[in-house]
């Protein structure tokens, strides 16, 4: 059984960047088979699909926030990492971690494994 797990800060300042990692176990991110994703809800809304990163380590991205964001990864430690720049307030959110097989989706049924969630308070 595949596991997922969000770490990173709960709190950040407006300006700064947010960098979360997902750990994964039970499974490789070199696994060609899904898109390896972060994804996002805001209070009160909707998820949010932020990005992915795949096997080969192609990265893809939401349009809204291509200009702020990146995906990285570390095979040897198999996890992958979200970094959003010049956080807002609006980008407080719950971020999640997420293995799915359809391509930006924000339909939860569409994601095999996910991530507990982290809490991320963009705050001064």
């Known amino acids: 059984q595949m596991q997922l797990q969000e770490s990173g800060p709960g709190l950040v300042k407006p300006s700064q960047t947010l960098s979360l990692t997902c750990a994964v176990s039970?499974?490789?991110?070199?696994?060609?088979?899904?898109?390896w994703s972060w994804i996002r809800q805001p209070p009160g809304e909707g998820l949010e699909w932020l990005g992915a990163?795949?096997?080969?380590?192609?990265?893809y991205y939401a349009p809204s926030l291509k200009n702020r964001t990146s995906i990285s990864r570390d095979t040897s430690k198999n996890h992958f990492t979200l970094h959003l720049s010049s956080m807002t307030p609006e980008d407080t959110s719950v971020y999640y971690c997420?293995?799915?097989?359809?391509?930006?989706?924000?339909?939860?049924?569409?994601?095999?494994?996910w991530g507990q969630g982290t809490q991320v308070t963009v705050s001064s």
């Open positions: 990163i795949v096997y080969n380590g192609k990265t």
């Open positions: 039970g499974g490789s991110i070199t696994t060609n088979y899904y898109y």
């Open positions: 997420a293995a799915g097989t359809v391509f930006a989706s924000t339909r939860k049924d569409t994601y095999s494994y």
